[in-house]
């Protein structure tokens, strides 16, 4: 996945920007940064593009249900001021606004809690495989430097060896 190389791109550059002296921070290219997290969110499954639409669709139907019930309460008036015999039907129209908007409210509601919930997983997902990319990345470092030690050692041993070999020479020089 490609999100993973980005990830590890902005690793990269955090760890390779500059060190402010006497503190923890460091210094970044806000161009560069700005651009890696562009790329991850271009990146990212349209299911976190469908949440944000069906979150964006949830106000919409909140907003249309409000203006509805607006409409329907404009129209209620209008018929109590010509009749007022026909209080009932007003009535009605009330108990249809607020039905329309109790179930758009409820459906909306709906809709945030789906949302929440599928990007509570894909996060945890996330957050899953970078643990474990991170861990891998570390136990190859380990091994690394186990190695770089190792051949270090070697090299040393050897060095000690050759001069051992010149100090014998020259005692059998005399």
């Known amino acids: 996945m490609n999100i993973m190389k980005l990830l590890e791109y902005m690793q990269e550059i955090v760890e390779t920007g500059s060190k402010l002296p006497l503190s923890r921070k460091v210094s970044i290219n806000k ?14 499954p349209d299911e976190f593009k469908k949440a944000q639409k ?18 329907i309460r404009e129209r209620n008036l209008k018929n109590i001021r010509e009749e007022v015999e026909k209080h009932d039907i007003t009535k009605e129209a009330e108990e249809k606004a607020q039905s329309i908007i109790i179930s758009a409210k409820k459906e909306a509601e709906d809709i945030k809690l789906a949302s929440i919930e ?30 770089f030690d190792m051949d270090i050692e070697n090299d040393f041993k050897s060095i000690r060896d050759i001069i051992t070999e010149n100090i014998d020479e020259l005692k059998n020089v005399k």
């Open 31 to 44: 161009k560069e940064m700005t651009d890696v997290i562009n790329q991850i969110m271009d990146e990212l």
């Open 54 to 71: 069906l979150i964006n669709d949830r106000e919409k139907i909140i907003s249309d249900a409000l203006k509805e019930a607006d409409a």
């Open 118 to 147: 599928y990007a509570y997983k894909l996060l945890t997902k996330l957050d899953e495989q970078i643990e474990i990319r991170k861990n891998e990345t570390v136990n190859r470092i380990k091994k690394d430097m186990e190695q």
